[in-house]
C-alpha cells in the first residue's frame, strides 16, 4: 500500500484510547491513524492508573454516578452529555472485557471496583491493581493490529491541517524528515492533553496541546480552556513525567502529611478524598508555606502496599522509598484539561470535517473541574459516536491540496516557565497579563508557536474568567460568580486580547489574529 491509497479516508490523529477505540469503531471503513509514535507509547493513556468510572456495583446507579459528576464539575458540567456518558458507561466496560481487557476480579468472577475522591460509591473499575491505561493500550493496539481496514502511520507527526472555505480538505503530516499531504474531509483528532506545558507534570513531555493549535490555526472554537487540572500526588521527584501516586491509594485510606507527621486536610470536608481542585490546593499551600508533603499509606495498606498497587510500588523502589514502611514524598503537577476543542453531542467541531475525541475535546462532561477515572470511560463511549458521525459524513471529493510550507517540529521548553508561573494550581491577573505579552509574539513562526499559542489561549480564558471555580482559582477574584458560563475562545480573539496587554506585540502576531 502506498500514500496514493490513503486519499479520501477519514484520518485519526492520535495514539492513545481516544484514537485506537475511534479506528476500531470505524471498521470496516478504511481509516488512517496517525501516531507520532508507535501506538500506545507517549500517551498519557498508556500512564493511566485509577481506571473507568461506571456505575456497575448493586448498590451504584447511573443517577448517583450523574450526581457525583455534577458536583465536582462546580456548575459547569452540560448535564444532558454527563448523563449520556454515564448511562452508557456500564455497556462501555463490558464492551472493552470483549475485547480482551483483563479487569480485575473476586474469586467468584465479579468485578472489583476501587473507591476515588469525590465518588459516593465504590465503581471504579481496574486492571492490573494500578496499570488500568498500560492494560488498556495493550487490548486496543493488539485489536487494531488485526484490524485490516485500520492503516498506521507510526513514528508520523501532523503539523498543520489543510482547510478551505471553512472546510478541513486535508492533512500535513512529517515521518522519516519526509513531508507528505494526504487529501480528506474528515478528521478526527484524539491527540490528548497539556501537561507537557508545565514543569511538574504527569502527562509525556510531548503532550502540550498539538491537537489544540492545529483546530485553532484551523480556525475551530475552543472552550473552557482555563480549566486546568492538577493531580495533588505525583510521585515528588526528578523523573519526567512525574510518576502518578494514584488517588486510589487514598482511597484505600491514606493520608496526607507535612514533614512533622501533621495531617492538614483532616478538617476540610471530604478531607483527602475532596475533589482534586481541593486537595491541590491543600497541598500547593503547604508547598507555598515552606513545607513538604507526604502520602502516608502505612497504616491503612503497609505490607499490603505492593500487593494492591504493584506498579506505584515499583516505581517507589526506584526512587528508594518502600510505601509500606515510609511516607511516600508527593506534590501537585499538571494532570488533565477539562478544556479542549468546542464539540456537540457527536464529537463535531465548529470546523466543518472536525470532529475531536477523548481529553483534546470539550463534551461538556468535566464542567470546571473532572471527577476520579471519568476521563477514559469518557474516551471510550464517546469514540463510538465520534466514528458513527464520521462514518454518516459523505467522504466528498478528494481536493488538490496547495504546497505549503512545512512548520518547524513544535518544541515546549521556551513555554514551561511562563506557564508553570502563570497558569499554575493559584493565578493572579498580573502574572496572567505578563504571561499574554511574552507569549503572543512567541506564537508566531517559532519552534514553539504551537505550544506558545494553546498556553496563550489558556491565558487569556483565565484573565476572562475574573472568579474561581474548580480547578480555576483567582487570587484576585477568589469568589464564585453565579452568573458565569463556559467560554469559547478562538486563535484570532486570543491574539486581539494579547495585543491589548503590549505594544511590544509584533504587527505580524495581531495580523495573523485578524485573518484567523
Known amino acids: 500500500m502506498t500514500i496514493h491509497h490513503l486519499h479520501g479516508r477519514p484520518v485519526i490523529i492520535g495514539g492513545g484510547i481516544a484514537a485506537l477505540m475511534t479506528a476500531l469503531h470505524l471498521a ?40 457525583d459528576t455534577l458536583a465536582a464539575g462546580d456548575g459547569l458540567c452540560d448535564e444532558a452529555a454527563a448523563r449520556r456518558v454515564v448511562e452508557a458507561a456500564p455497556t462501555a466496560v463490558e464492551f472493552l472485557a470483549r475485547l480482551g481487557v483483563a479487569f480485575d476480579r473476586a474469586p467468584d468472577g465479579s468485578l472489583r471496583f476501587g473507591l476515588e475522591a469525590a465518588h459516593s460509591r465504590r465503581r471504579i473499575v481496574h486492571a492490573g491493581g494500578d496499570a488500568t491505561g498500560r492494560e488498556l493500550i495493550r487490548a486496543l493496539t493488539a485489536a487494531v493490529r488485526r484490524t485490516p481496514s485500520i492503516a498506521m502511520l507510526e513514528g508520523v507527526e501532523v503539523r498543520q491541517l489543510f482547510v478551505e472555505e471553512s472546510e478541513v480538505t486535508g492533512v500535513l503530516a512529517v515521518g522519516n524528515s519526509e513531508a507528505v499531504s494526504l487529501s480528506t474531509n474528515r478528521v478526527v483528532l484524539a491527540t490528548g492533553g497539556i501537561g507537557g506545558l508545565f514543569d511538574h507534570t504527569t502527562n509525556p513531555l510531548g503532550s502540550f496541546g498539538q491537537g489544540l493549535a492545529l483546530a485553532a490555526r484551523a480556525g475551530a472554537e475552543l472552550a473552557d480552556l482555563e480549566f486546568v487540572q492538577f493531580h495533588p500526588t505525583a510521585l515528588d521527584g526528578p523523573r519526567r513525567p512525574m510518576p502518578l501516586v494514584s488517588e486510589a491509594v487514598r482511597g484505600e485510606g491514606a493520608v496526607l502529611v507535612d514533614e512533622r507527621g501533621c495531617r492538614f486536610l483532616a478538617d476540610t470536608p471530604g478531607a483527602e478524598l475532596a475533589p482534586r481542585d481541593v486537595v491541590a490546593r491543600g497541598v500547593w499551600r503547604q508547598f507555598d508555606a515552606g513545607h513538604r508533603v507526604f502520602l502516608d499509606a502505612r497504616q491503612c495498606l503497609g505490607p499490603r502496599f505492593a500487593e494492591r498497587f504493584p506498579a506505584i510500588a515499583a516505581l517507589c523502589r526506584e526512587s528508594g522509598i518502600d510505601p509500606a514502611v515510609e511516607p511516600i514524598p508527593v506534590r501537585p503537577a499538571a494532570h488533565y484539561h477539562m478544556g479542549g476543542i468546542a464539540v456537540d453531542a457527536e464529537g463535531r467541531s465548529s470546523l466543518r470535517g472536525l470532529w475531536a475525541c477523548g481529553e483534546v475535546a470539550r463534551s461538556g462532561l468535566h464542567g470546571a473541574n473532572r471527577l476520579a477515572s471519568n476521563s477514559l470511560i469518557e474516551a471510550v463511549v464517546s469514540a463510538a459516536w465520534v466514528a458513527a458521525s464520521v462514518a454518516a459524513a459523505s467522504p466528498g471529493v478528494s481536493k488538490r491540496l496547495r504546497p505549503a510550507i512545512v512548520p518547524p517540529r513544535p518544541d515546549a521548553a521556551r513555554i514551561r516557565p511562563i506557564a508553570s508561573r502563570a497558569l499554575g494550581i493559584e493565578r493572579d491577573g498580573e502574572t496572567l497579563r505578563e504571561a499574554a505579552k511574552a ?64 505594544e511590544t506585540i509584533s504587527d505580524t502576531a495581531t495580523q495573523v489574529g485578524r485573518r484567523a
Open 439 to 502: 507569549l503572543a509574539p512567541i506564537a508566531v513562526g517559532h519552534a514553539a508557536s504551537d505550544p506558545a499559542l494553546v498556553a496563550l489561549m489558556i491565558t487569556i480564558a483565565a484573565l476572562r474568567r475574573e472568579e474561581s471555580r474548580g480547578s480555576h482559582f483567582r487570587i484576585d477574584f477568589s469568589r464564585r460568580d453565579a452568573r458565569s458560563r463556559s467560554l469559547r475562545l478562538t486563535m484570532g480573539e486570543a491574539f486581539e486580547a494579547a495585543a491589548v496587554f503590549s
Open 28 to 67: 470496516p471503513e478504511p481509516v488512517v491513524l496517525i501516531s507520532r509514535a508507535s501506538l500506545g507509547e507517549e500517551t498519557s493513556s498508556t500512564l493511566a492508573q485509577g481506571g473507568l468510572a461506571a456505575s456497575l456495583g448493586n448498590d451504584d446507579s447511573p443517577h448517583l454516578h450523574l450526581a
